[in-house]
């Protein structure tokens, strides 16, 4: 649906995620207000467990959102690189998870794609929910059609799957416990919704089995209650489990703030095209693909007309595709594993 970039904001001095959508879905009503939404959900939470929303520039060619940068990736590239959390580790950080998913069902908010790839991590190992471009508001029509589906099927509740209309908080506190199962055994948690529950679930340790079990039972109304009654009951068993700790990250190697540029681009004119731009020692790019310089050096184009609006987002200094170019061999590395550890999104 996107493609997520990491920026330098000129003013506020920092690094940033910039999630732009992808021109197919902004040509559709419907996709492009979905992203939108993503951007009210966002916008309508504080928690210090939710990735922050900067800014939203909805009225260009391609929206974007402009977000706060977890250095440490994600949650599911850290179980394919390093296996499976101790029980208390994975204990401590889905109780946070579950304190974030607390606060968005106050604020009438369920997420419903709750998966390790959208569980953030800071530099520091500290976790943050991401991602709720798929997110329903309590109390107002949905986008989603009444046949639509949508989700992850190996981390979505049951009756998420059979009538969206039925999603509630309850949905979220099963999303969650599936993501527990996962991070204890970095295997998929499909094996929940079948003939194998029972096998799938002795393999987890002693203390949150049967937190597992409570928290993804198959009927809603036999489920936790809440995501907050998850939180109390996870920090609860965390204390006695072996395996706590900070998670054992690689702190993220992010490039120097650049230096000041001598050329600012609109973002009404850099949004849409492939040009490429460069300020003195600053990396080639361009907002929506990466390039390589020629070889005679990066291409230096005019400086169209400063505007007003969204100026700051116009002085951002670089920009790198997270999605491409090394991450190429990471995707390609990471595909082997798959089919090791058997860990699916």
Same mark, same amino acid.
């Given at each position: 649906m996107a493609r997520v970039y990491l920026c330098w904001d000129l003013e506020a001095s920092r690094w940033c995620a910039v999630k732009v959508i992808s021109d197919e879905m902004a040509e559709v009503p419907a996709h492009r207000a979905r992203f939108v939404q993503e951007a +009210?959900?966002?916008?309508?939470?504080?928690? %210090?467990?939710?990735?922050?929303?900067?800014?939203?520039?909805?009225?260009?060619?391609s929206p974007?959102?402009?977000?706060?940068h977890a250095a440490g990736g994600n949650l599911y590239d850290r179980l394919i690189a390093s296996g499976p959390l101790g029980p208390g580790e994975a204990a401590y950080l889905m109780a946070d998870v579950c304190a974030a998913l607390q606060s968005a069902h106050d604020e009438g908010i369920v997420h419903r794609d709750i998966k390790p790839p959208n569980l953030l991590l800071t530099a520091e190992g500290r976790v943050q929910v991401g991602d709720f471009g798929v997110a329903r508001f309590e109390q107002e029509l949905r986008l989603t059609r009444n046949n639509m589906t949508v989700g992850t099927l190996a981390y979505m509740a049951p009756e998420q799957g059979q009538d969206p209309r039925r999603v509630d908080p309850r949905s979220d506190v099963y999303s969650a416990g599936a993501c527990l199962f996962a991070v204890l055994t970095a295997q998929r948690p499909i094996e929940l919704l079948g003939l194998k529950r029972t096998a799938a679930l002795s393999r987890l340790p002693d203390g949150l089995r049967?937190?597992?079990d409570q928290a993804t039972a198959l009927d809603p109304r036999r489920r936790i209650a809440s995501a907050a009654d998850l939180e109390t009951?996870? +920090?609860?068993?965390?204390v006695g489990l072996p395996g706590?700790? %900070?998670l054992l990250l690689t702190p993220a190697r992010l490039p120097e703030p650049p230096p000041e540029p001598d050329l600012l681009l609109d973002p009404g004119e850099l949004l849409g095209t492939q040009r490429p731009w460069?300020?003195?020692g600053l990396i080639p790019g361009v907002l929506r693909a990466a390039i390589t310089p020629t070889a005679g050096g990066p291409e230096r184009v005019a400086a169209p007309r400063r505007r007003r609006r969204r100026r700051w987002i116009a002085a951002l200094c670089l920009l790198l595709l997270g999605c491409s170019g090394g991450c190429a061999g990471l995707a390609a590395a990471a595909g082997a594993a798959l089919a090791r550890a058997g860990l699916l999104s």
């Open positions: +009210r959900a966002m916008a309508q939470l504080r928690h %210090p467990h939710i990735l922050e929303l900067f800014s939203l520039a909805d009225d260009v060619e974007f959102l402009v977000m706060e049967q937190i597992v009951e996870l +920090r609860r068993v965390a706590v700790g %900070p460069s300020g003195d």
